[in-house]
């Protein structure tokens, strides 16, 4: 039976229909060449043409040397325009990322054990006792405005000061009464 040629090729089918919905669930899977690509050029930092050179070598059988492909430059650019390999790229950026940030705990964590060990260098236990104080805060100068009241509440009521009679200078001594 003869398929038209709208029924072919103006119609997706259904196996074209689940490629689709498979690539938007990111479910399709880069060959392997086309993730040691990404990953050189991501985790490595090579350059897309030396990272196409580098995933898509293939080794010889007669003489086992690794063979370059050829037009690594031109082949480079195509694969870049891949809209996989373009995700794959920002996912394994994103992932870098990731693994580089450190939380605020940890942070202060590891200074705290260094400020506190008494085998490290005092230079080095002062600056992070420095950096500690920077971090949570406690070299902040209290924010009052040029010029305005600072009212200070003591926990005690204090005594009224009582005025002493006036001291008496004789001869470049001060005499108390």
């Not at 430059?73 to 325009?81: H, N």
């Amino acid at each position: 039976m003869s398929e038209s040629f709208d029924a072919i090729y103006l119609q997706p089918d259904l196996d074209a229909k689940e490629a689709r919905e498979l690539r938007e669930e990111q479910m399709l899977l880069l060959s392997p060449q086309a993730e040691e690509f990404c990953r050189q050029i991501v985790q490595l930092g090579k350059l897309p043409s030396v990272a196409y050179e580098i995933a898509f070598a293939v080794q010889d059988a007669d003489t086992n040397e690794w063979v370059k492909p050829d037009h690594a430059l031109y082949q480079a650019g195509r694969l870049l325009r891949v809209a996989d390999v373009v995700e794959k790229i920002k996912a394994l950026r994103q992932e870098v990322v990731k693994f580089g940030t450190i939380e605020r705990v940890e942070l202060i964590q590891t200074l705290k054990s260094i400020a506190l060990d008494p085998e490290t260098k005092t230079s080095d236990r002062i600056a992070a006792a420095a950096q500690l104080t920077r971090m949570e805060g406690f070299s902040k100068e209290a924010e009052v405005a040029a010029g305005g009241t600072l009212v200070i509440q003591l926990p005690f009521a204090p005594n009224q000061l009582l005025t002493a009679p006036p001291m008496k200078l004789v001869e470049g001594i001060v005499l108390d009464n």
